[in-house]
């Protein structure tokens, strides 16, 4: 064979196997790209679909869905989607939805998005809708998206132009996000409307945000105001949600302004919440005796609800003999109208020399006005105690005027003669003065009580 016929069937022996293994090595990758895409084809089988954009049909679409929350996000979404393209027309849209809260949901967002390019269209849009809370919170949504771009001329508008539910909402709205961006430009307008129900909303919006940002910048504007309503509506507000949050801050804060105590018991209250026993102590501590009277009868009431036992157990250790018993009145009052018999339990425990006999009355008259029915059962089983008289005759204040065929027969089982007397003849001169003829009846029936009323 010759050499040159050689290296020619040695590069097509060569040029063979290339080929082979190219032809395998495709048919590798064809079937890796196949199973990859039946793979995916698989995954997009039980993968949600992208929604397509939003049209009527969608909306109708939307409205079937039984999930309150996820039908509201829907409309949320379909209305922003809407709003971008043509936001008249989305509006339109707006009586195929039937529910109030559906509609709020769906022209909230809209309205949002709207109001910031085209605030005048938004607006004209809204005064189309009935008036009533759908408006209100209509002219909210636009108003609040305007204030983002032009707080003060959605203010001016807003005060101006609306009255009543509407404009009550829009300007808290309008105050709302003015005061994110500038509460000091925001608390000035409000203050430029003082003398109206605008400005009164206005503030009371913006100090509370005030106190969620900056509170005792809030409260140093608020308490360099004028003396009047709108400066305690101001200081309120700041101070209310200061001390839900920061208690011992906005009580340090307090404690240097002591001209501001009247406004004490706000921080008191607060604090309550959190740490009643931090609460008490502090108010305890007040200089002037009348705020520090009713900052602590806040606590104690706020507290003698959570816990009475516990309200009791500081009250013991106060000094002042008078607050103490004040303020053990105040909490027994309280958990007599949640469990007025262990209340009284409580009261009969009291040595006689703390006043124990005004607890149980106080405890009494509260179980008669409250829960009458229950202190008669009460009475039935106990007709013989020291209390039972006084229980007899706050039972017989309670139903003098409403039943006092019952009044009456609930004061004559009173044991102590003059006080039976006296609570008998009360009941027949009141029920003779507001009806003479159902007493005369009355009396026809028992004519040994008519010399009561002719003593």
Known sequence: MQPRTQTHIWLLVLLVSHLGWWWHSARDRATSAQKDLNELVGRQKVSPTLAPESSPADLAGILESMDVDQRRRDLSRYASRAAQSDPRAAFAHLSNIPGLADKQAYLKQLLSL???????????????????????????????????QAPQAAADWASGRLTGSARTAAVEAIAQTWAQNDPSAAAKWALEKAASKSGTAAI????????????????????????????????????????DQYPAAAAAWMDAHPENSSLASIIANGWTESDPTAAAAWASRLTDSSQRSVALGSVISSWAAADPNEALNWIRRLPDASLRSELTSRTLATWAADDPAEALTHADAFPPSEDRAA???????????????????????????????????????????SRPETAITVASSIRQPEMRLEMMQTVLADWREKNPRAVAVYLQKHPQLAPLLNP
């Open 114 to 148: 709207w109001a910031v390019t085209d605030p005048e269209a938004a607006l004209s849009a809204c005064a189309s809708l009935p008036p009533g809370e759908l408006r209100a919170s209509a002219y909210a949504a636009a108003t609040s998206a305007w204030a983002s």
């Open 204 to 243: 009371r919006v913006v100090m509370e945000h005030w106190a969620n940002t900056a509170p005792d910048e809030g409260a140093a504007w608020a308490s360099q105001l004028p003396a009047g309503d709108f400066r305690e509506t101001a200081l309120r507000s700041v101070l209310a949600e200061w001390a």
């Open 359 to 401: 607890m149980q009355e106080q405890v009494l008259s509260t179980w008669a006005s409250t829960a009458p029915d229950q202190l008669a059962d009460w009475l039935n089983s106990h007709p013989n105690l020291q209390t039972s008289d006084i229980a007899r005759q706050h039972l017989t204040q309670a139903w003098t005027e």
